[in-house]
């Protein structure tokens, strides 16, 4: 029995959550049907997300700049962990407006990797579920939950499963490893990453189709070749280890 704990159906959930979405913005829009996508214009048709760049982004300047620019939003009067810790993007979101923080001094695809990821966590925890909670307490129009991706939880990203194999050693949480799986699949969608395949592209040279056509890093190009062709995507056998619906 496949569970939500299997990379197999965290991939098929969030193509299903990737494809909400859309339909949100449209599934015909030029926003959508265009590569690479602009992750910003998408989040703010479906959700007035507002995305906000931040030369050194650490918790207490993401939280700083909501309490001046933002007085409609309340902020929880207490926030565990390292205020100053280096942040690769930050989520501040409510039921009425949210706002995702992300490092100015990152490579834009790692900035885009982090707006999708942010992203992630408003579908599947906010929008889909009808408001995030705390505790058993569903949060107002303007009590905001908020949620960091560290430098080492970035890190994790690249390191954790995502389709096809699973890793014991991993301690990342599930709802990471999900919104992870979201982030990728609204940039670089396997269908599309198919079809680039059976154009013909294979190995290294699918790789660098996918990192230039979706604009997302190497790491995150060889992560999807990889899920694509399986471990020795290297070779370029071309035996694809299969569709997964």
Same mark, same amino acid.
């Given at each position: 029995?496949?569970?939500?704990?299997?990379?197999?159906?965290?991939?098929?959930r969030a193509v299903s959550e990737v494809q909400w979405l859309l339909r949100r913005v449209?599934?015909?829009s030029p926003?959508?049907?265009?590569?690479? #996508?602009?992750? %910003?214009?998408? &989040?703010?048709l479906a959700f007035c997300v507002k995305v906000v760049r931040m030369p050194k982004l650490t918790r207490a300047n993401a939280l700083a700049w909501t309490r001046r620019n933002e007085r409609d939003i309340l902020l929880p009067e207490s926030v565990e962990g390292d205020l100053k810790r280096p942040l690769h993007g930050f989520l501040v979101a409510t039921r009425r407006t949210s706002i995702i923080f992300v490092c100015a001094n990152y490579p834009m695809d790692s900035q885009r990797f982090a707006i999708a990821h942010e992203g992630g966590h408003l579908v599947r925890d906010y929008h889909l579920k009808g408001g995030f #909670?705390?505790? %058993?307490?569903? &949060?107002?129009?303007?009590?905001a939950y908020v949620h960091e991706l560290d430098d080492e939880a970035f890190l994790a990203a690249w390191e954790a499963p995502w389709l096809n194999e699973e890793s014991?050693?991993?301690?990342r949480p599930i709802a990471e490893h999900y919104t992870d799986l979201f982030a990728i699949e609204l940039l670089a969608p396997m269908r599309v990453v198919y079809d680039l395949h059976d154009a013909g592209y294979c190995g290294r040279r699918l790789a660098g189709e996918i990192r230039q056509m979706f604009r997302v890093s190497q790491a995150a190009?060889?992560?999807r070749?990889?899920?694509l062709l399986g471990n020795e995507w290297n070779d370029c056998s071309c035996a694809r280890v299969g569709r997964v619906a």
């Open positions: 029995m496949t569970t939500m704990r299997s990379p197999a159906a965290r991939f098929s449209g599934l015909d926003e959508v049907r265009q590569f690479p #996508r602009d992750v %910003e214009i998408l &989040l703010k #909670r705390v505790g %058993e307490v569903g &949060l107002a129009d303007r009590l014991p050693r991993s301690t190009a060889d992560r070749t990889r899920e």
